[in-house]
């Protein structure tokens, strides 16, 4: 029997969600369909594969080692078919295909709408959107299809499974606090700076959280013991400007405060911080014409 009369699209969409929240209720509820029917579809995929692919552990359920493997290859597939689908049905919208944008703080804020400006001034009828969140959710939803790129930080390894990334420029995490702040005029940061002032500091899971972590080691300094972890650059700015708080975050996030002198650098050495941003894409993924463009527009305004 052919595969395409056993496999169907619904169960590669059953098994992306089921992976993706390790729970057969809520990839139920994120699919608009019943518990019953997701455990159903899951069975329909594993007798055609032929083997398990999700167990129980404890209350819930986890991927077996088969679901593992099969993973990166249902989600591969998936995205595919969402990618042609897409492009067919841009092909008929006389404002042209929509290009989806997964933007991290430190660019969302600088390159992303300079590259779309210039987009703009050359005559493009493409229609883009911008999403914006943490890496680990950016990079979930490329994979699944839902975004045609992410620009920002290098993942770790573990986390460029079935992705390229194409590099732009170097970029490296700064301490900031408001112009008028105590520690704005001090030639050096005190070592117990960290503990007399509230404390912005990037997410646990982000990817420049290990970095700032591995920073204050290197300086000598004491980590803050209940820091306020975000990536919202709405919320830490307004924070920081009105609360004298210390706020560790990406340097494109604040450069343009930093050059109108609304916000200031504090004296630390935060060389080991420097990494690489860019553009990531599947491995698989053919880019639409309207992406290209955007891809290449971003290399021009970071290379100038």
């Keep these: 029997m052919r595969l395409s009369a056993q496999l169907k699209l619904r169960h590669l969409e059953v ?14 509820e994120a699919l608009g369909m019943t518990q019953p029917a997701v455990t159903r ?12 692919l999700v167990e129980r552990h404890g209350r819930g359920i986890r991927l077996s080692a088969y679901g593992e493997m ?12 969402r990618d042609g ?3 067919l049905q841009g092909l008929d919208e006389a404002e042209g295909p929509r290009v989806a944008i997964g933007a991290l703080p430190t660019v969302s804020a600088t390159v992303v709408p300079d590259a779309l400006a ?18 680990q959710y950016l990079l979930d939803q490329l994979r699944r299809g839902n975004l045609d790129v992410v ?4 993942p770790a390894p573990d986390h460029m499974v079935g992705l390229d990334f194409d590099p732009l420029f170097r970029e490296r995490v700064v301490a900031v606090v408001a112009h008028d702040h105590p520690l704005a005029a001090l030639p050096h940061v005190p070592a117990d700076a960290f503990e007399g002032f509230p404390v912005l500091m990037p997410s646990e899971g982000s990817i420049i959280r290990p970095l700032v ?5 290197e300086q000598g300094m004491t980590v803050p013991r209940f820091p306020i972890e975000t990536v919202s650059a709405t919320f830490g700015r ?9 706020w560790i975050i990406s340097h494109g996030v604040v450069r343009a405060d930093l050059e109108e002198g609304v916000l200031a650098l504090l004296p630390l050495n935060t060389d080991s911080t420097l990494g690489p941003v860019g553009l990531c894409i599947r491995s698989e993924h053919q880019l639409s014409a309207a992406a290209a463009r955007f891809c290449a527009a971003l290399r021009e305004i970071c290379e100038a």
């Design 213 to 217: 972590d591995r920073m204050f080691l």
């Design 41 to 52: 579809t899951l069975r329909e995929l594993e007798a055609v594969v032929g083997k398990p």
């Design 151 to 154: 620009v920002g930080r290098l």
């Design 238 to 246: 307004r924070f920081t400007l009105k609360h004298r708080a210390i």
């Design 85 to 87: 689908v897409a492009m």
């Design 118 to 135: 210039a987009l703009r001034t050359e005559g493009s009828h493409s229609r883009f959107s911008v999403r914006t969140g943490d890496n």
């Design 70 to 81: 099969f993973r990166d290859h249902a989600g591969r597939s998936l995205a595919l078919a």
């Design 15 to 28: 098994f992306v969600e089921v992976a993706r929240q390790d729970s057969v209720t809520q990839a139920a």
